[in-house]
């Protein structure tokens, strides 16, 4: 048993796993299941009872954005998460109850490196609000590992392969989302970047970004990502030639397994388009090619992606945006097992957890005398970027 006491401030996350469900279609299997899944996945078509927008409220979880949303006519209730850097998919548990037509064997990649081979199916309908999607691909598999992290049911994931025939507000102030056919994109956005939907990460919007003034690196926008302002792809990192913090064990997590080690860098500029500049924001590194900008970023915004004119419009919630440049964590990161015993599986370099003698493997029993499993991981992460705290890890 260990104990730390800390309220030391620090660069870097919160000790929580940060759950991203970037999926990647990495191989199709050759043969006729090659174009059978290439027509899967270009498929779908939108329907609307009306013309009018539909606004869909939705919860915010930790970075999750869970909405309400039916497949196939199933008269089961289903909680879906929005993650626009992403394949559509359905949890296994939910798919073994259904019938699919159309049934490919895939390989997939997530943002931690791992792969595994999961099902690709045809959904006769998936139906946001009025709006509905008809013959549009889905990934299956079981998503247990998003769900003991986040402590919530995930009955599937709404991805851009979705969310490409509309144009899509999201409002994270007043936690609405927006979809609409109407092709024009809001007049007073503030900031306008033009994207291009990569099909290999599920028709997801890439946008492109300068770091440093110096390199220039594809950037996902993916509200499933939540773990500092940005990932950066490894070997950028490695071009800035100066020292990072490292992570011991366990790094970024995907859907499918988690990162050995990992590496905390702070940038010295960040921007997107012509005239927004972000500067001295924490960052990681990623084994992905591209760079990911999640909810720590996107949540100064209403956030409209228009995927019918690929046109990114970024309105601020205030003139002057401020991101995190610091934030208070005692570096040691945190994931639920399957018997629900929160485990350390990473550790940051230098941090007051290496410092105190925390291990990978212990066990938290206890956060400030309160037993663990009382909160859930977004929980957690709230209590510890609580500033001027001091926090007692039993």
Do not use: W
């Not at 989302?177 to 956005?189: A, D, F």
């Not at 590194?285 to 956030?303: E, P, R, S, Y």
């Amino acid at each position: 048993m260990s104990t730390v006491e800390t309220g030391e401030k620090r660069g870097n996350q919160p000790a929580v796993l940060r759950a991203v469900i970037l999926f990647v279609i990495a191989s199709l299997f050759p043969g006729c299941s090659t174009l059978e899944a290439i027509r899967i996945v270009n498929g779908g078509t939108a329907f609307s009872t009306t013309a009018e927008p539909t606004d869909v409220p939705f919860s915010l979880h930790g970075h999750l954005i869970l909405i309400k949303a039916s497949v196939n006519d199933d008269p089961r209730e289903m909680v879906f998460m929005v993650d626009t850097g992403a394949l559509t998919v359905i949890n296994k548990t939910i798919a073994d109850t259904m019938a699919f037509t159309q049934d490919v064997a895939l390989t997939g990649k997530d943002s931690s490196g791992h792969t595994k081979e999961t099902r690709l199916v045809e959904i006769e309908s998936l139906k946001i609000g009025n709006k509905e999607v008809k013959k549009c691909a889905a990934s299956i598999f079981d998503l247990g590992l998003i769900e003991r992290a986040m402590g919530i049911r995930v009955d599937g994931i709404i991805g851009s392969n979705v969310l490409r025939f509309f144009n899509v507000t999201i409002d994270y102030k007043h936690k609405n989302i927006s979809l609409s056919q109407n092709k024009q994109s809001p007049e007073e956005g503030r900031h306008r970047i033009r994207f291009k939907q990569d099909m290999t990460v599920g028709f997801a919007p890439v946008v492109e970004a300068k770091i440093e003034d110096k390199y220039t690196v594809p950037a996902i926008i993916d509200t499933g990502y939540d773990g500092y302002f940005a990932a950066i792809p490894s070997p950028l990192l490695k071009k800035l030639q100066r020292p990072g913090r490292l992570v011991k064990g366990a790094g970024m997590g995907g859907a499918f397994g988690i990162a050995s080690g990992g590496e905390l860098q702070r940038l010295k500029s960040f921007a997107l388009g012509t005239d927004l500049r972000v500067a001295n924001v924490p960052v990681e590194a990623t084994k992905m090619d591209k760079a990911l900008l999640g909810k720590q970023f996107l949540d100064k915004f209403v956030v409209t992606i228009n995927y019918l004119t690929n046109e990114l419009t970024l309105s601020p919630y205030e003139e002057n945006p401020r991101f995190r440049s610091n934030i208070f964590s005692i570096g040691l990161r945190v994931m639920y097992d399957e018997e629900n015993r929160a485990k350390g599986i990473g550790i940051e370099q230098d941090s007051p957890a290496e410092k105190q003698g925390l291990k990978l493997g212990d066990e938290v029993v206890q956060v400030n005398g309160k037993p663990v499993r009382s909160y859930t991981v977004p929980e957690l992460r709230e209590l510890l970027v609580l500033d001027d705290k001091a926090y007692v890890f039993e």
